[in-house]
């Protein structure tokens, strides 16, 4: 059974930064495709960004539009964690953060085709 932990939200100014980290334990298979969803207060909850590496070699990562250049996605293998580096961030931003997973590929930014999920972490942007 995949589980998966999130950590490293928090509060923080406009134009601030901050790194999410998702451990993920459970996994035994040769490929898992890892995203960020995000869910503002009183809105569905929309996709931020996913990555993969389809090949087991080249990392490939996808991004919505309204992070695109500001949020990086990223894995280290070694420590089975994912992180989102988010920076230059808005009150926009505000949201309860997911990580999701699925496989073995992704091809889907649909959170209905995600069937592993953390328990999300809180990021307040003020301005």
Known sequence: QVQMVESGGGSVQAG??????????GF???RICMAWFRQAPGKGREW???????DGV????????????RFTISEDNAKKTVYLQMNS???????????AARTPYCGTTL??????WGQGTQVTVSS
């Open 48 to 54: 931020v960004a996913t990555g993969s590496y389809p």
């Open 28 to 30: 035994t298979g040769d």
């Open 58 to 69: 080249t990392y490939y990562s996808y991004y919505a539009d309204s992070v695109k250049g």
């Open 16 to 25: 601030g930064s901050l790194r999410l980290s998702c451990k993920v334990s």
């Open 89 to 99: 961030l808005k009150p926009d931003d505000t949201a309860m953060y997911y990580c």
């Open 111 to 116: 959170l209905e085709d995600f069937g592993y």
